[in-house]
């Protein structure tokens, strides 16, 4: 039996929308859903969950589709430090206020 997942909303929409994409995608290329799994080394069933943006599903057969679709460069950058705003807003409040220079010792 599975375990409950606690999925926060919008996580699940995130997930659902990517599905969808994915169906898209793979419709839009008129590959059939066999020759997909097959590809992306996954079983039908798992595709499927896929396509219906399933939490349960791992990352990397998520990868291992957007890598057949010819998309996995854009799921490289998800996370780079260049999209983190927050980051930089938080680094930015931290930065000094003032730069000390060490005085150096007369002999």
Known sequence: MSKAR???IPVKVALIKLGQDIG???????????????????????????????????IAAYSSVLFCLGMIERLKDIAD???DFTGKVLADENLPKRIYQKRKKCE
Not at 24 to 31: E, P
Not at 33 to 41: H, K, P, Y
């Open 6 to 8: 606690n999925i926060v």
């Open 24 to 58: 898209n995608a793979r419709k839009r290329r008129r590959i059939s859903m066999a020759l997909m799994a097959e590809r992306a080394g996954i079983s039908v069933i798992t595709l499927s969950k896929v396509e219906k943006g399933d939490s349960g599903v791992s």
């Open 81 to 83: 430090i260049k999209y």
